[in-house]
T-cell receptor
Framework: EDQVTQSPEALRLQEGESSSLNCSYT??????LFWYRQDPGKGPEFLFT???AGEEKEKERLKATLTKKESFLHITAPKPEDSATYLC????????FGTGTSLTVIP | DTAVSQTPKYLVTQMGNDKSIKCEQN?????MYWYKQDSKKFLKIMFS???????INETVPNRFSPKSPDKAHLNLHINSLELGDSAVYFC??????????????FGEGSWLTVV
């Protein structure tokens, strides 16, 4: 059965304290793994798409990586404005969202 | 130049009423969706249309009825609203079916509160 799991559910970081969010997946025939950012009161905002193991994408302080079983969203030297919920989604037999990681960056 | 726009943003209504949420996308996409997000931020697919054809119809009460007059519009009508329908409803679109690896773009959401 296809499945997407994100961890941790919540993460609190000090400003400048780098860390990683995890998205583990089990899907038949991965056609893409997607990362989104969602701010309170807003819709999910697309960040990255990864299509094959070994692929990496970067945007400012964020870097997404992909293996055959999981993806990481690395946040380098985070700032308070990086606080948001980060959602992972995978395209397999269907399209599945994870339950998200709520990130809080403390000044 | 909003890509996916939905109205209204906030909707407070009484139990038993009928309401509609409208959605439009100007991205030229072929596929549109309605998602429901619960209090734990989980996004659950409700419906999807591709070129005005219903392609995903998840297990939702038949009080919920989507309608796509053209491929740029997907509206959601809800009959006989219940307290449990209170949630955030997101409209979204993608170039083609998301399960084929196409990126989904979301609207800003419609906050429905049933009292």
């Amino acid at each position: 059965e296809d499945q997407v799991t994100q961890s941790p559910e919540a993460l609190r970081l000090q400003e400048g304290e780098s860390s990683s969010l995890n998205c583990s997946y089990t899907v038949s025939g991965l056609r893409g793994l997607f990362w989104y950012r969602q701010d309170p009161g807003k819709g999910p905002e697309f960040l990255f798409t990864l299509y094959s193991a070994g692929e990496e994408k970067e945007k400012e302080r964020l870097k997404a990586t992909l293996t055959k079983k999981e993806s990481f969203l690395h946040i380098t030297a985070p700032k308070p404005e990086d606080s948001a919920t980060y959602l992972c989604a995978v395209a397999g037999n269907q399209f599945y969202f994870g339950t998200g990681t709520s990130l809080t960056v403390i000044p | 130049d909003t890509a996916v726009s939905q109205t209204p943003k906030y909707l407070v209504t009484q139990m038993g009423n009928d309401k509609s949420i409208k959605c439009e996308q100007n991205l030229g996409h072929d596929t549109m969706y309605w998602y429901k997000q619960d209090s734990k931020k989980f996004l659950k697919i409700m419906f999807s249309y591709n070129n005005k054809e219903l392609i995903i119809n998840e297990t939702v009460p038949n009080r919920f009825s989507p309608k796509s007059p053209d491929k740029a519009h997907l509206n959601l009508h809800i009959n006989s609203l219940e307290l449990g329908d209170s949630a955030v409803y997101f409209c979204a679109s993608s170039q083609d079916r998301a399960r084929r690896g196409n990126t989904i773009y979301f609207g800003e959401g419609s906050w429905l509160t049933v009292v």
